[in-house]
């Protein structure tokens, strides 16, 4: 048996795709035969910047699905043949064993979840990372309450059509707050499908203040915020809508910009998605547990669209420059 890896053998470097061996599961993990990865924005900022990367070569991607081809001594909750998708943690490891983009992946038992026959393997693949962020966001950064505690008030998510936001959008719905996610107006109907009680355009330059005249109006309050994007003021804008509503808790996919506003009245946290590998625990929780019962019943689904990107894993370098050009309420899957 081989196994081909999408290989980036130095800093900002093209793919290429070599033959390398299967590797082998530790204890608690898995070794899956890929059946489909997604990218993220992560994997172009790392073979661009290099940043996150301590030696070369290494094999990145974080998001991925397919069969338990073995499951290590210590693994109780997947055996061998079982259908997952799961958190492929090179970023954190640094062991190219974990990148997604080969045919085989080790990940770790506490980032994977069983996915039910109604979802596909490209349909597992985007959860991953988009359900670390969203789960490390709320539960960990913004320590609301796991479910079944229910929470109340409202709920704003920046990037409500992005993958993380719109992960965010459901989880936080499916916890009882009231969600606006901000997004474009092509997206608006799709983000309320998720979950949001109402949406407002990011490229409006008033956005903030037709936030708090809406809510006033209606007599609702903004609590908590979700920023999935922070650029371009995002997180600014955020805190000020925070304030109008006398304060929160803002959580942020990236660091507060360092020439943003300080405030006392509003919580600022950012955070890593890789917290699931680091508190297993938490991971177990959010992957073995809440995930697989929320995909099986169906009140979370894999989202946005997916886009296929042709051509298996010789398409890893098209799929990456894709996304580095900008996506647009898709996810960007390839099918091996
Ligand atoms: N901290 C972590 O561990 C972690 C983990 C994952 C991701 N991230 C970071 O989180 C960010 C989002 O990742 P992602 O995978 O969700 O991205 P993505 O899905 O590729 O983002 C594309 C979406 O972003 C939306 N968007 C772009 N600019 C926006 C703006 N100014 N305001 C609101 N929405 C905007 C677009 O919305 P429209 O189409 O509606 O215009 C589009 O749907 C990235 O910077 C990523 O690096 C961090």
């Given at each position: 048996?081989?196994?081909?890896?999408?290989?980036?053998?130095?800093?900002?470097?093209?793919?290429?795709?070599?033959?390398?061996?299967?590797?082998?599961?530790?204890?608690?993990?898995?070794?899956?035969?890929?059946?489909?990865?997604?990218?993220?924005?992560?994997?172009?900022?790392?073979?661009?910047?290099?940043?996150?990367?301590?030696s070369y070569p290494t094999i990145l991607g974080s998001d991925v699905a397919g069969t338990v081809e073995e499951a290590g001594s210590g693994v109780?909750?997947?055996?061998?043949?079982?259908?997952?998708?799961?958190?492929?943690?090179?970023?954190?490891?640094?062991?190219?064993?974990?990148?997604?983009?080969?045919?085989?992946?080790?990940?770790?038992?506490?980032?994977?979840?069983?996915?039910?026959?109604?979802?596909?393997?490209?349909?597992?693949?985007i959860l991953p990372m988009a359900v670390a962020t969203a789960g490390v966001g709320i539960f960990l950064a913004l320590d609301i309450p796991r479910?079944?505690?229910?929470?109340?008030?409202?709920?704003?998510?920046?990037?409500?059509?992005?993958?993380?936001?719109?992960?965010?959008?459901?989880?936080?719905?499916?916890?009882?707050?009231?969600?606006?996610?901000?997004?474009?107006?092509?997206?608006?109907?799709?983000?309320?499908?998720?979950?949001a009680h109402d949406t407002f355009d990011y490229n409006d330059s008033l956005v903030d203040k037709k936030i708090v005249q809406s809510l006033k109006?209606?007599?609702?309050?903004?609590?908590?915020?979700?920023?999935?994007?922070?650029?371009?003021?995002?997180?600014?804008?955020?805190?000020?809508?925070?304030?109008?509503?006398?304060?929160?808790?803002?959580?942020?996919?990236?660091?507060?910009?360092?020439?943003?506003?300080?405030?006392?009245?509003?919580?600022?946290?950012?955070?890593?998605?890789?917290?699931?590998?680091?508190?297993?625990?938490?991971?177990?929780?959010?992957?073995?547990?809440?995930?697989?019962?929320?995909?099986?019943?169906?009140?979370?689904?894999?989202?946005?669209?997916?886009?296929?990107?042709?051509?298996?894993?010789?398409?890893?370098?098209?799929?990456?420059?894709?996304?580095?050009?900008?996506?647009?309420?898709?996810?960007?899957?390839?099918?091996?």
């Amino acid at each position: 048996m081989s196994n081909q890896a999408a290989f980036l053998k130095e800093k900002n470097a093209q793919i290429t795709v070599e033959e390398r061996p299967i590797p082998k599961p530790g204890a608690n993990e898995l070794l899956i035969k890929n059946a489909a990865f997604a990218t993220n924005p992560v994997d172009w900022k790392m073979q661009s910047s290099g940043n996150w990367i301590e030696s070369y070569p290494t094999i990145l991607g974080s998001d991925v699905a397919g069969t338990v081809e073995e499951a290590g001594s210590g693994v109780s909750h997947f055996k061998k043949g079982d259908r997952v998708a799961g958190f492929a943690d090179v970023l954190a490891s640094k062991n190219y064993d974990n990148g997604a983009f080969q045919q085989y992946t080790v990940l770790k038992d506490c980032a994977a979840t069983r996915l039910p026959g109604s979802i596909s393997f490209e349909e597992g693949s985007i959860l991953p990372m988009a359900v670390a962020t969203a789960g490390v966001g709320i539960f960990l950064a913004l320590d609301i309450p796991r479910p079944p505690a229910k929470s109340q008030g409202g709920f704003l998510v920046w990037g409500a059509s992005s993958s993380v936001g719109s992960a965010a959008v459901q989880i936080a719905a499916s916890l009882g707050y009231t969600v606006y996610g901000v997004c474009s107006p092509r997206h608006s109907a799709y983000v309320k499908e998720l979950g949001a009680h109402d949406t407002f355009d990011y490229n409006d330059s008033l956005v903030d203040k037709k936030i708090v005249q809406s809510l006033k109006a209606a007599n609702e309050q903004i609590v908590i915020a979700y920023d999935a994007i922070v650029e371009h003021g995002s997180a600014q804008i955020c805190v000020e809508v925070l304030e109008a509503f006398g304060g929160g808790k803002l959580c942020l996919t990236l660091p507060y910009p360092k020439d943003a506003r300080q405030t006392e009245r509003v919580e600022i946290s950012s955070f890593y998605a890789a917290r699931v590998v680091l508190e297993q625990d938490f991971g177990r929780w959010l992957f073995n547990e809440w995930l697989e019962r929320s995909l099986a019943d169906k009140t979370f689904i894999p989202s946005p669209a997916i886009e296929k990107v042709d051509g298996g894993i010789q398409a890893v370098q098209k799929a990456l420059d894709m996304h580095k050009k900008g996506l647009s309420g898709k996810k960007l899957v390839i099918t091996l």
